[in-house]
C-alpha cells in the first residue's frame, strides 16, 4: 500500500515537518528518577526462646554535595537523553548503592515548579519491596554514605470537612526514621478533595533531602494498599516459611496486629503446605509453606 505523504496546514510533510523543526522554542525541564526500596527485617533477639521482631526499613543515601549536602535522601539521579525511565532507575541504583538487578515498579511522577534549587526536576519515583539478605549496599562515590532506616508512620490527626460538592478530609502524618546513627523526622499535611485530588504538604522536616518526605509518605500509604490484594509480601519471603512469620511481615508492613485465624483464610490460597518442618532450637517445630506462584486473586 502506498503510503500517503499528508501535509500540515503549512502545506509541510512530516519528514519537511521534522527537518527545520527547532527545538530550542521549549524550555527543557530535566528529569530525574528516585527508589524507595523498602524491606523487612529482624531485630536482635533478646530471648532465644522468642521470635526475633520485624520491622519496615528503607534504605536512603546521605548526600556529599550540594544541594542539601549531609541530609539523608532516596536513592536517586538524572535520567541520560538516550536511556528510558526503567533503564535510568536501574543504572542509578547500582550506582549509588550497588543494589542491581531488582525489580520496580514505576510509583508516582513528581512535578512541583520549585521542588528542586538547582533547575526546574520532574521526578519519576519508583519502588521495590525487597529480601535485604540477598543485597550487599555500598554507597556510590559521590554519596557519604548509604545506610537502612528504620520506618514509623503515624497518622497524628484526622478530619473531615462538609463542604457543598462532599467531603474534604485532612490529615497530618508524621514520619520517623532511625538506625543506630541517624533520627531524620517529617510532618506530611494530605488533603483530599471532593474531586478525588490529593495535595500533599511538608510542615515539618528534620535531615531528609528535597522533598522525598513525601515521596516515602506516599509509598507507605500505597505499600499499605498494595499488599491487602497483591502477593507483594513474598518479595520478603524466604523459599520456605512459616505463617507466623508471613503474618509478621503483613503486620509490620500495615502498622496493626492481625487476627492469626482470619490472616490465615486471607492468604490460605497464596501458600502451598509442605511437609517440612522448623528445626530451630527452643521453639516447637511449625510446618512450612512456600509461595504458591500460580495464585491469582479473585476478581
Not at 519528514?15 to 524491606?39: A, G, R, W
Amino acid at each position: 500500500m502506498e503510503e500517503i505523504n499528508i501535509k500540515n496546514k503549512q502545506g509541510l510533510t512530516e519528514e519537511e515537518f521534522l527537518e527545520q523543526y527547532d527545538d530550542s522554542i521549549y524550555q527543557k525541564p530535566s528529569f530525574t528518577v528516585d527508589m524507595l526500596i523498602f524491606t523487612v527485617m529482624d531485630e536482635e533477639k533478646e530471648n532465644y526462646r522468642k521470635l526475633p521482631e520485624k520491622s519496615l526499613k528503607i534504605l536512603l543515601v546521605k548526600r556529599g554535595d550540594h544541594p542539601c549536602i549531609g541530609k539523608w535522601a532516596l536513592p536517586g539521579g538524572f535520567v541520560d537523553v538516550n536511556e528510558s525511565l526503567d533503564e535510568a532507575a536501574l543504572r542509578v541504583l547500582r550506582a549509588e548503592t550497588n543494589i542491581d538487578d531488582i525489580y520496580m515498579e514505576q510509583l508516582y511522577t513528581w512535578g512541583e515548579v520549585n521542588r528542586d534549587p538547582r533547575t526546574r526536576v520532574i521526578s519519576s519515583s519508583y519502588m521495590a519491596l525487597v529480601d535485604s539478605s540477598s543485597l550487599s549496599i555500598k554507597a556510590g562515590r559521590d554519596e557519604e554514605d548509604a545506610a537502612w532506616f528504620n520506618v514509623r508512620y503515624n497518622l497524628l490527626q484526622e478530619k473531615k470537612e462538609v463542604v457543598e460538592k462532599g467531603y474534604i478530609y485532612e490529615q497530618i502524618v508524621q514520619i520517623k526514621l532511625w538506625n543506630e546513627n541517624e533520627e531524620l523526622s517529617a510532618k506530611i499535611k494530605v488533603i483530599e478533595n471532593p474531586d478525588g485530588k490529593v495535595s500533599r504538604e511538608i510542615i515539618g522536616s528534620e535531615g531528609i533531602a528535597f522533598d522525598h518526605d513525601k515521596f516515602i509518605e506516599y509509598a507507605i500509604s500505597r505499600l499499605r494498599n498494595k499488599i491487602e490484594y497483591t502477593s507483594l509480601a513474598f518479595n520478603l519471603m524466604p523459599e520456605l516459611f512459616t505463617l507466623t512469620e508471613l503474618q509478621k511481615v503483613y503486620e509490620v508492613i500495615q502498622g496493626k496486629e492481625l487476627l492469626a485465624a482470619a490472616f490465615r483464610r486471607k492468604v490460605a490460597n497464596m501458600v502451598i503446605e509442605t511437609n517440612q518442618f522448623t528445626k530451630d532450637a527452643g521453639h516447637r517445630p511449625s510446618k512450612l509453606f512456600r509461595y504458591n506462584s500460580g495464585w491469582k486473586r479473585n476478581i
